[in-house]
């Protein structure tokens, strides 16, 4: 989810066809997923920013692996970090609110009661780098393309817009398809508009170096494909002064710099080879910041609480795979990953045994089923296992001493009656007599850590007699492969928001499962998870909601489609000390573009 805001509300001129003036909707500066957004029309500026932050100065970030385009809608080729700046949304969600939009590019949105359709009126002002008005034209161009052309998630997300229809050169309406989904005026809201004129002469899936004029704050001032790659602020950009934009994008200069692997990038930053870094390895968080300037408070270490759900992290089953299809074999081998040895030897203690799809959040399943969660689960009784009606979902945790008997003891037993059985040290098929063996494949750009990670898993594996080995390959191949479904296992992130809707479908459908570049990368086929997606996209209350996402949660859980990891409830930031940032963080967190360099540290 995400973008958005507006000033103030007013009067609409309505093409022929639309509604009557007595029963029409009335224009509005901002929509909520669920009851009323909380700024009002006149809001000057979010909470959560500093209206009168400095403007100027740069802001260096480090990458590993490489790129090859900056167009990061399509499958095809690495996008640039940074790639989606220079593009603007027609509305921006807010950070302190479940799920809430207020206007960007669109100056009102118009929506009537069963949100069957939506309207947006653009700003007049618009414009895009090249200096050519945003039109609705524009915007029927963007959704069209991405469906027809972008990556495959777009063509899940838009599934239910039906068709898009400019009604004037500023006003433009989307009609749904029958039923309720009360999330599909934000989803298009969220959608970055794309120059039509710009694609007239050039492929939109081809991948591409050439900078795409967009009408975000930020264009592409120069790069090296696989080195680095920098975006200036635009001058007199026409969306400066707007509420969902005051005290946002303060940084002249956005630059990233591309290292080998992890490691040589953290050395690069120790060097103030760049300024700022999102720290993901506890590890390196306990011991590698200290360092002569972070005493001497240069380099300064942040830990900033967020209240995002922190989504589902861990060893993705690839269920295309013959030798994972039985839930028992994926349940076994969830006993072999020692999460407290792990924990405790690796991560310094730092991480929480992640137990939920929304963990952090009160979407997150708890305990037995109840009330409308129970509601909802007994429809599909006869085709879910017990456990998930009489017994809570506790991963196992290993045994931090590393003594995994009792574990291993489990999943042999497990595997036993899936079929399997120890023939002269090794796991076999009774029937085929085919031994156990598979890959878990490792994405080279963050290699070293997760190999670390992975081995003492395999180890635990091998005393099952399975044949598991560590893959690890360069970024562009691991993401081709990942793409096309090529791979036993991997480690993957479900990320997931406060207002789960649409985006459950890539994750999670059938119709995702057959849908190459999809991020259902499991491979799940279920006609019960298909149906609590699309309650969890139909809940027309919060507690409808807050329901079906328990209930869709406990049954992926109990599915042992991955083997979850862990998680933390801050964000872990290491940076130079040139930088100011807002007293109080929102609730989803670090929001770095909201921070500044601060007046007498420019050239630092």
């Known amino acids: 989810m995400r973008l958005a805001a507006v000033l103030t509300v007013g009067v609409v001129v309505f093409a022929a066809g639309a509604a009557g003036a007595a029963d029409a909707p009335a224009p509005r500066h901002g929509i909520a997923m669920h009851g009323e957004p909380a700024y009002g029309p006149d809001f000057e500026h979010f909470a959560y920013v500093n209206p009168d932050a400095p403007q100027g100065g740069t802001l260096r970030r480090g990458a590993t692996g490489t790129f090859d385009t900056v167009n990061p809608y399509t499958v095809k080729g690495q996008a640039a970090r940074g790639a989606d700046l220079p593009f603007a949304t027609l509305m921006v969600k807010s950070a302190d ?43 029927v161009f963007s959704l069209r393309t991405l469906k027809a052309k972008g990556h495959p998630f777009y063509r899940m997300y838009y599934k239910n817009v039906e068709k898009v229809k400019a009604l004037d050169e500023r006003t433009v309406r989307f009609t749904f398809t029958e039923g309720t989904n ?129 989504g589902m992290q861990g060893f993705v089953f690839n269920l295309r795979r013959p030798m994972f299809r039985d839930r028992r074999v994926r349940r076994a081998l969830t006993h072999a990953f020692n999460f407290a040895w792990t924990n405790e030897t690796l991560f310094h203690g730092q991480y929480t045994r992640t137990e939920s799809y929304f963990s952090n959040s009160d979407l997150a399943a708890r305990g037995l089923p109840d009330g409308r969660e129970l509601e909802i689960l007994k429809q599909y009784k006869g085709d879910l296992p017990p456990a998930v009606f009489n017994e809570r979902f506790d991963p196992p945790e290993g045994d931090a001493d590393g003594h995994d008997r009792e574990d291993l003891r489990q999943a042999l037993k497990l595997l036993k009656e899936a079929g399997y059985a120890f023939r002269d040290g090794a796991l076999v098929n009774k029937e085929t007599g085919a031994p156990f063996s598979f890959d878990i494949l490792l994405n080279a750009a963050a290699g070293a850590a997760w190999e670390r990670i992975t081995l003492p898993f395999v180890k635990n594996l091998k005393r099952l007699g399975i044949d598991a080995e560590v893959r690890t390959v360069e970024a562009s191949q691991y993401a081709n492969r990942v793409d096309n479904f090529e791979f036993d296992m991997i480690v993957q992130v479900f990320p997931q928001s406060r207002s789960p809707g649409n985006e459950q479908r890539s994750f999670w459908h059938s119709k995702a499962a057959r849908t190459k570049g999809s991020r259902n990368v499991a491979g799940i086929r279920s006609d019960v998870v298909d149906d609590l997606v699309s309650r969890v996209i139909t809940a027309e209350s919060r507690a409808g909601l807050v329901a079906a996402s328990r ?3 406990r049954v992926l859980l109990w599915g042992y489609y991955v083997i979850p990891h862990w998680h933390i409830t801050y964000d872990r930031i290491a940076y130079w000390n040139k930088f100011g940032r807002p007293d109080d963080p929102p609730e989803a967190g670090a929001q770095i573009l909201n921070w500044w360099v601060k007046a007498d540290k420019r050239d630092g």
């Open 97 to 139: 609110e479940p799920f809430s939009e207020y206007g960007y590019l669109a100056e009102t949105i118009r929506v009537p009661e069963d949100r069957s359709w939506v309207e947006f009126t653009l700003r007049a002002d618009a414009r895009f780098h090249d200096g050519e008005p945003v039109t609705a034209s524009d915007v």
């Open 182 to 310: 009360r999330e599909l005026p934000l989803i298009v809201g969220q959608m970055p508009v794309l120059p039509e004129h710009a694609f007239r002469d050039r492929d939109f899936k081809k991948t591409t170096l050439e900078p795409i004029p967009g009408a975000g704050p930020y264009r592409i001032k120069k790069l090296e494909q696989g080195r680095y790659i920098v975006y200036e602020k635009v001058d007199d950009w026409w969306g400066a002064d707007l509420p969902v934009t005051r005290g946002r994008f303060n940084f002249g200069t956005l630059r990233w710099d591309y290292y080998r692997d992890s490691t040589v990038a953290l050395e690069a930053f120790k060097a103030h080879e760049y300024d700022l870094r999102r720290e993901n390895q506890a590890k390196k968080w306990a011991t590698a910041y200290d360092t002569a300037a972070a005493e001497a408070g240069r380099l300064v270490t942040a830990e900033i609480p967020h209240k995002r759900p922190t």
């Open 551 to 553: 209930a869709l949660d």
